[in-house]
């Protein structure tokens, strides 16, 4: 194989790559569904048992709770962006905590886990368990989606 097909080999590979990373969400996405077997086999056993069991984190446990740069905050279990950072805000739950997701990008069912119903949120591709909304939030919207951190991953802005 020659230099310059190696070099063209390169570029195109890198384009794509940029071009999937920065598309955020935009209406309803195409479902993305796995087996149970596949998701414990891609996900930590932490985030398989929040995402895919609803469990919930220890408070205090996830480093999004520090987490200040700009981006945005992608479902752990299929990439889908969910928030981005200008949403984010300290609620002191110990919880990464946001009040306003991005456009399309959830679903919501009642939960009654804890006898008093609770609004349950999840991703609206892949439906990975991601955290509970409470009408507590500051403005704009009043909400606060309380986030398992485990259940996101960070990509901060490309400068
Ligand atoms: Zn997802």
Same mark, same amino acid.
């Given at each position: 194989?020659?230099?310059?097909?190696?070099?063209?080999?390169?570029?195109?590979?890198?384009?794509?790559?940029?071009?999937?990373?920065?598309?955020?969400?935009?209406?309803?996405?195409? @479902?993305?569904?796995?087996?149970?077997?596949?998701?414990?086999?891609?996900?930590?056993?932490?985030?398989?048992?929040?995402?895919?069991?609803?469990?919930?984190?220890?408070?205090?446990?996830? @480093?999004?709770?520090?987490?200040?740069?700009?981006?945005?905050?992608?479902?752990?279990?299929?990439?889908?962006?969910?928030?981005?950072?200008?949403?984010?805000?300290?609620?002191?739950?110990?919880?990464?905590?946001?009040?306003?997701?991005? @456009?399309?990008?959830?679903?919501?069912?009642?939960?009654?886990?804890?006898?008093? @119903?609770?609004?349950?949120?999840?991703?609206?591709?892949?439906?990975?368990?991601?955290?509970?909304?409470?009408?507590?939030?500051?403005?704009?919207?009043?909400?606060?989606?309380?986030?398992?951190?485990?259940?996101?991953?960070?990509?901060?802005?490309?400068?």
């Amino acid at each position: 194989m020659s230099f310059l097909s190696l070099l063209g080999l390169g570029t195109k590979a890198t384009a794509t790559t940029a071009t999937a990373a920065t598309t955020p969400a935009a209406g309803a996405p195409a @479902p993305f569904r796995l087996t149970d077997a596949e998701w414990q086999k891609r996900l930590s056993p932490a985030a398989y048992r929040v995402l895919r069991r609803e469990g919930t984190e220890a408070a205090g446990s996830s @480093p999004l709770n520090a987490e200040k740069r700009k981006g945005f905050y992608h479902c752990a279990g299929c990439d889908l962006p969910l928030f981005s950072s200008d949403t984010k805000y300290e609620s002191g739950t110990g919880w990464p905590s946001f009040h306003t997701p991005l @456009p399309g990008a959830l679903g919501t069912k009642t939960d009654f886990k804890l006898i008093l @119903p609770r609004t349950e949120y999840h991703c609206a591709r892949c439906e990975g368990h991601q955290g509970h909304v409470f009408n507590d939030g500051p403005r704009p919207s009043g909400k606060r989606y309380c986030n398992n951190g485990v259940a996101l991953k960070f990509v901060p802005a490309s400068t």
